[in-house]
């Protein structure tokens, strides 16, 4: 039960997030949407590192393989894995130009929610190592650090919810709609999760390679979408602020509650 409320925890965020959009009266203030999107990579890199990474370091170490190969392959065939999928999964960057039309609009608005639900592979992937490790007993990984991760997951994924819902509204959609997609975005992370854990079960040695291969992926996302897309534009420092903020919040429930 406490692990099946652990995998929906991130879901929840991305619906809240999403829900937001009912408060909206117009277009989302371009000065929130920067913070959210500086806030979401904080608690991505924060989670990678104390969450992902660290584990990986302290597991490996325990089955007698040298740490810093495991964490360092794992991790990069993570970002490979990641580059892989945004080649040939095709999806727009939320600063894309816009084509005019009622055509481009739902392509637009399509590619939108894709682009946002390619992003919460990694994250559903990293939840679900998490708690495979914990059930199956290995070192370093507990009942109360997969509960961190899921919680900084679902912090991360509020705001990626509203950015989702909120211009999908700006662009004219009705509100119940945009949420529904918004909120849709984040099933594929409890999905990923189950999943996950049942291959993990099957292949306990090589966790420490799936928790740095999630970490990996994760910083991906960080460099490739979020980060350019919130240092593009005024108001950067805004965005700026908001890693910083993101960032020691997961670091400050991870070192503390994990």
């Known amino acids: 039960m406490e692990v099946a409320i652990g995998l929906l ?9 999403s ?3 009912f408060f909206m009266k117009n277009k989302i203030n371009k000065k929130i949407e920067k913070i959210l999107m500086g806030f979401a990579a ?3 890199m924060a989670a990678s590192i104390w969450s992902l990474l660290m584990p990986a370091i302290d597991m490996a170490e325990s089955q007698g393989h040298i740490p810093w190969v495991t964490a360092s392959s794992g991790f990069l065939f993570g970002m490979i894995f990641l580059l892989i999928l945004d080649c040939i999964i095709p999806h727009l960057h939320r600063n894309a130009n816009k084509e005019e039309g009622l055509k481009a609009t739902i392509k637009r608005e399509t590619m939108l929610v894709l682009a946002v639900t390619l992003h919460n592979i990694p994250e559903g992937m990293a939840l679900g190592v998490t708690f495979a490790g914990f059930l199956i007993g290995n070192v370093g990984m507990s009942l109360a650090g997969a509960m961190v991760l899921a919680i900084g997951i679902a912090i991360q994924n509020f705001p990626e919810g509203a950015i989702i819902s909120m211009p999908l509204k ?3 959609m009705k509100k119940s709609k945009a949420f529904f997609y918004g909120a849709l975005s984040g099933i594929v992370e409890p999905i990923g999760a189950v999943l996950t854990i049942l291959f993990a079960q099957a292949v306990v040695p090589v966790l420490p390679y799936l928790l740095s291969f999630a970490a990996g992926a994760m910083i991906y996302v ?3 979408e979020l980060i350019p897309e919130s ?3 005024d108001h950067t420092n805004l965005a700026t602020m908001g890693v910083a903020i993101g960032f020691v919040i997961m670091m400050i429930l991870d070192m503390a509650l994990g």
């Open 9 to 17: 925890i991130p879901f929840l965020g991305t619906a809240l997030g």
């Open 19 to 21: 829900g937001m959009v």
């Open 42 to 44: 904080g608690v991505m």
């Open 170 to 172: 700006s662009d004219g």
């Open 222 to 224: 960080v460099v490739e």
């Open 231 to 233: 240092q593009a534009g």
